[in-house]
């Protein structure tokens, strides 16, 4: 972890520092700045650390001055000697406010609070991005046939191949439907989590493979389910790729 100390007074600096290197083993001091102009000048010209502790009365003004003058875009702990500034600290999106001189369980806690903080952004990070890479899949096709109009649940899709120019999709259940599109657009539309283009004639669906055995040239043939006429062959250069899908790895 990379940080940064914004301290004037020799002593508090050497103090928290100590604190820091007992509490955080793995943290790396970058840079130890002691005014709001020395300050302004390093974060301009560095990229941002993963942690500022900051003292807010310095000898050329308050730290808040220099929140006004560079964006910060590391979480920052407030180091003080004074409580009159708590309102402007949380006003200031700090992680916390210590109070000098700094007690070491009083760091704990505010490091324990930063730790927290990145987990929960983590999760909701992670759940954010598996909404927008499954939201970007389609989860039903319209189907026209003859006069009819029906709608076709992805999940239930077995798998779609094409034949005499036309593409198809055949579901669990035995059903087969003339698909708008052909397969190098399905593929596009199809999450790869859950379906993966064997050959140039066939996207499969993780669920309908019923078996599988090794093929000539490291080729792979697969039972479906339902069946085919002919068992479809995983093609020679779509097969380490095809083995790495179903190991959950792409």
Avoid at 165 to 187: C, S
Wanted: aromatic share 10%; with cysteine.
């Amino acid at each position: 972890m990379n940080i940064i100390i914004i301290e004037d007074e020799q002593p508090a600096f050497k103090r928290l520092h100590k604190l820091v290197e007992e509490t955080i083993p793995a943290a790396n001091l970058l840079a130890h700045l002691d005014s709001i102009a020395m300050s302004k000048q390093w974060f301009e010209a560095n990229p941002s650390p993963d942690l500022v502790f900051m003292d807010i009365q310095l000898a050329d003004g308050s730290a808040f001055d220099l929140l006004k003058l560079v964006k910060i875009d590391a979480p920052v702990i407030f180091t003080t000697a004074y409580d009159q500034y708590a309102m402007d600290a949380f006003k200031a999106a700090s992680i916390d406010y210590l109070l000098k001189p700094v007690k070491k369980e009083a760091l704990k806690s505010a490091v324990q609070k930063l730790d927290e903080y990145k987990k929960m952004f983590s999760m909701q990070g992670e759940a954010l991005i598996k909404s927008l890479s499954t939201s970007e899949y389609k989860k039903r096709f319209v189907i026209r046939f003859g006069e009819h109009i029906k709608t076709l649940m992805v999940e239930d899709i077995a798998y779609c191949y094409s034949e005499n120019k036309a593409t198809f999709a055949r579901t669990f259940e035995g059903r087969t439907y003339p698909m708008d599109h052909n397969l190098d657009a399905l593929e596009d539309m199809l999450s790869p989590t859950e379906f993966f283009r064997i050959n140039r004639q066939y996207i499969i669906c993780l669920k309908a493979i019923e078996e599988m055995k090794t093929y000539s040239k490291a080729r792979v043939i697969v039972t479906l389910k339902p069946p085919v006429k002919e068992q479809p062959i995983v093609s020679s250069e779509r097969s380490a790729e095809f083995k790495q899908w179903l190991a959950g790895e792409i």
